[in-house]
């Protein structure tokens, strides 16, 4: 008996000493490939980080971020919040056909904020005069809601587009919802938040129908898988063992481009098949995000387009290397230039705004429009 | 800090007990009391010294008050009392009732005061309750004050209990103060309490407390929703309380100490009346002892016994917070206690349903008043459990319900005596070697289930933020 309580005593202060002193001398790593940031670092030690309380919150999130195992744990917690009936874990819906949506709701984002955006977009596209089109991509579960776990709260997307209506006057909203439902194809992935290369194609129709362009035909793009096992930003919120992994294709039959980065590298090509190696596959395209990313296409029909833009974009844009001479892709949540001074410098025909609609709707970077074009 | 953290769990946790264990016996208490300072420290770095400087005096004025005892000075004696309770209990006031108090009187509004409401110490009410018990029983005799001040430090920050209680009243531990040896058993005990108490917290507690932020944070309420939100309320105030109590045992146990229980299974009770024995024991103990029986109890006759219940259901209500709605909430115990003594006197006639389903509406509407930040918001809840002016469900709050359902009924079942009752019932079954194994086995499972749980919801990954 007394054997059993000493054993379990031992038991109990071996895993949290083991684990303790694990925690400590263990390497710290500096970035997480899963989580696609970087991890919080030992706190810096001083009579004044103590009592300011730094420290102390800075040891905690240090221990969380750097827990050994951490996949490991959170499978397990996914398993047994399986197990209980959940089909919401860590703000991701768990929707039929191992498909994963992001919780994002009403509550998540400021309506107000929304309409300084909108009125900052129309005063922009009536000052600079420029033709301007908008493009919110819907979230995936609000496309896919068939596939949602019944009576999961989501966004109402209406509001948003009633907001549009009545702030954006001189602007185009391309609706892309419709399409998007009705496609045949996997549009948006199962474990990431991004669209598909099938997702992205759609839209580029879409903006062809509303611009006066003939869209190309999808096979005519030769789009080919690049990736098989690609598990994305929602399953590295849950870390389900039992998820699905998508597969990447992108369109091969492009013209002849010359892509300039912010960062001075140049590049023949939008994709970048060593990001297939890491864990963010989507940056295949375009590398991932910089604020400002210029391309010179073969086609001399001297059509400048300007896209203000998130990720979602970086899949979109090669299907456009066929109808501009050149693209400006403009992320302003890592653009620090002049907007104003961009428009005067280039003589841009028109201007598209391409965003998935929860990153609109709580970009920071946006704002930075609503800084330079209203009062 | 708390308890359920990484950092307490893999670093404070082993280090204390490590350096404890290794301390000589005379000082292994010095070693308990600085841990504990750190302990408290960690969180409140400046907020340590009113914690010390409330010990300080505390002891002095104990030993004094022992002194003038024996010189018969009785006056001094008595002085020293009355200026040790407006100290203490104007610290507590100063710093929990500031707020309150400028906020509610028009004209302190327009003062400097008005802006000035300072930051809550974490633990003051439990600390100073403490240490006026210690206070009280000296001048009353009934214990002895202390003259090692390491013990009597201990006694007032012992990490345990400092910031959640339970409240234990210095008689109650005078004797283990110097002597509390450890062994096996209690160390086994205690690391098995202090398990039930972490799972409770960060497996139950943790989990429906999500279910009730969300309720209470979407503006619209169904029938369903509403009465979801108030028993998701319930249940995570209860099994957060008393998951801390539980640590809190377990915790003093693997020191060696004996804490008294906090927590009795309260939603099991027939009446309020039960429910006031089951529930935060402590402190209903500590207002008994220290309020109601000295403004004379109920040995002066109905009418003063009524207005001392009143006097000690205001104060526990407002020992609750500073606001209305802690006011009211201890008030409306009150007038429930009151009827109960003096008018449903047949109450325990009804079949036992009946008297379960009494007291578990009567405390689920309390939680109302006690959970809602605003009267808007009670009056909103109020409306939609009477299903005036709201649809009867809906397609999010039925969501709801089927993600929390199996929970909800881990949790009905855990806050009864069921699954005490089923280990005694394994325990008589098995053989006894079979039944230690098979404790110890559910106690290591649940501690792998609790770091799982603790690590996955610290997992906040700015995923956009690089996107």
Redesign the interface.
């Known amino acids: 008996?007394?054997k059993?309580?000493?054993?379990?005593?031992l038991?109990?202060?071996a895993?949290?000493?083991g684990?303790?002193t694990w925690?400590?001398l263990l390497r710290d790593i500096e970035f997480?490939e899963t989580?696609?940031?970087y991890l919080a670092q030992k706190p810096a030690f001083s009579v004044q980080t103590?009592?300011s309380?730094d420290f102390?919150k800075g040891?905690?999130d240090y221990?969380?971020d750097q827990?050994p195992l951490?996949n490991f744990?959170?499978q397990?917690?996914?398993q047994?919040k399986k197990a209980?009936?959940?089909?919401?874990i860590?703000g991701v819906y768990l929707g039929e056909d191992s498909y994963y949506f992001e919780k994002f709701t009403d509550?998540s984002y400021s309506l107000s904020r929304l309409q300084s955006v909108f009125s900052a977009m129309d005063t922009m596209a009536e000052t600079e005069g420029i033709p301007c089109s908008v493009l919110l991509v819907p979230t995936p579960g609000i496309v896919l809601s068939e596939k949602l776990?019944?009576?999961?709260?989501l966004y109402d997307p209406d509001i948003i587009h009633a907001e549009a209506k009545r702030l954006l006057k001189h602007c185009d909203w391309i609706d892309i919802k419709k399409p998007l439902a009705a496609s045949e194809e996997q549009v948006f992935y199962r474990t990431d938040?991004h669209w598909t290369n099938s997702g992205a194609y759609l839209a580029y129709r879409e903006f062809c129908f509303a611009n006066d362009l003939a869209p190309r035909a999808y096979a005519d793009f030769d789009p080919q898988t690049v990736s098989e096992n690609f598990l994305g930003?929602l399953h590295?919120?849950i870390i389900d063992p039992a998820a699905v992994p998508d597969s990447i294709a992108a369109p091969q039959n492009l013209p002849k481009v010359n892509i300039l980065f912010e960062d001075g590298s140049s590049s023949d090509s939008p994709y970048f098949p060593e990001k297939l190696q890491t864990k963010?596959q989507?940056a295949y395209f375009f590398g991932?995000?910089q604020g400002r990313i210029q391309i010179e296409t073969e086609n001399h029909n001297g059509k400048r387009i300007l896209i203000f833009k998130?990720?979602f974009a970086n899949s979109f844009v090669p299907y456009l290397f066929s109808e501009y001479e050149t693209i400006c892709m403009i992320d302003l949540r890592y653009y620090s230039g002049n907007i104003r001074e961009l428009f005067s410098e280039n003589s841009f025909d028109e201007v598209l705004f391409l965003y998935e609609t929860s990153?609109f709707v709580t970009d920071t970077g946006i704002l930075k429009l609503a800084r330079k074009y209203l009062p | 800090m708390v308890f359920s953290s990484l950092l307490f769990l893999f670093l404070f946790l082993p280090v204390t007990f490590l350096l404890y264990c290794l301390a000589p016996k005379k000082l292994k208490n010095l070693v308990l009391l600085i841990f504990s300072l750190i302990f408290y420290a960690w969180g409140e770095p400046l907020h340590i010294f009113i914690m010390l400087i409330t010990t300080v005096y505390i002891y002095f004025f104990g030993r004094f008050m022992e002194r003038c005892e024996l010189n018969g000075k009785i006056k001094t004696k008595k002085f020293l009392l009355i200026l040790t309770l407006l100290l203490s209990l104007g610290t507590l006031a100063f710093y929990k009732y500031t707020g309150f108090v400028v906020s509610n009187l028009p004209f302190l509004k327009h003062t400097s005061l008005s802006v000035f409401s300072p930051a809550l110490p974490v633990g003051i009410s439990f600390y100073t309750f403490q240490s006026l018990s210690y206070v009280i029983d000296v001048y009353r005799g009934s214990v002895k004050a202390q003259k090692n001040w390491i013990c009597f430090a201990m006694y007032i920050s012992l990490f345990p209990q400092l910031i959640a209680g339970p409240i234990v009243r210095y008689g109650d531990i005078e004797m283990q103060l110097e002597n509390h040896p450890m062994s096996w058993e209690k160390l086994s005990a205690g690391i098995q309490r202090f398990l039930i108490g972490l799972a409770k917290k960060i497996l139950l507690a943790n989990q429906i407390g999500a279910l009730w932020e969300e309720i209470s944070q979407s503006g619209e309420l169904t029938l369903l929703s509403a009465w979801l939100g108030v028993i998701a309320f319930a249940f995570q105030i209860y099994f957060d309380f008393s998951a801390y109590s539980d640590m809190a045992i377990g915790l003093g146990s693997m020191f060696g100490f004996t804490f008294p229980e906090n927590f009795r299974y309260p939603y099991m009770s027939k009446s309020i009346t039960e429910f006031w024995r089951r529930w935060h024991i402590t402190l209903s103990t500590w207002f008994r002892e220290y309020v109601y029986i000295p403004l004379g109890g109920n040995r002066k006759g109905v009418f003063r016994q009524i207005l001392n219940l009143g006097v000690v259901w205001a104060l526990t209500g407002l020992w609750h917070g500073a606001d209305w709605r802690f006011l009211i909430w201890g008030l409306y115990f009150f007038v429930i206690l009151v009827l109960e003594k003096f008018v449903f006197r047949h109450l325990t006639r009804l079949p036992s349903v009946l008297q379960h389903l009494y007291a578990l509406l009567l405390i689920l509407l309390g939680w109302v008043v006690f959970a809602c930040e605003s009267t808007e918001q009670t009056f909103h809840f109020y409306k939609a459990m009477l299903g005036i002016g709201t649809a009867v469900s809906s397609p999010a709050s039925l969501f709801l319900l089927t993600e929390n359902l199996l929970l909800l009924l881990i949790l009905a079942v855990g806050c009864t005596n069921l699954p005490f009752r089923f280990a005694g019932f394994l325990k008589k079954k098995l053989p006894e070697k079979g039944f230690a194994v098979l404790s110890l086995a559910f106690s290591l499972g649940v501690l792998v289930i609790s770091i799982s749980f603790l690590v996955a919801d610290s997992y906040n990954p700015f995923l956009y933020f690089r996107f």
């Open positions: 008996m007394k059993i309580q000493i054993t379990g005593v038991l109990f202060f895993v949290l000493i684990f303790g925690l400590v997480s989580e696609n940031r103590i009592l309380g102390q040891l905690s221990l969380s827990i951490r744990w959170m397990w917690n996914t047994i209980l009936g959940k089909k919401e860590n509550s776990p019944r009576g999961a709260e938040h930003t590295s919120k963010d989507y991932g995000n998130d990720s990153n």
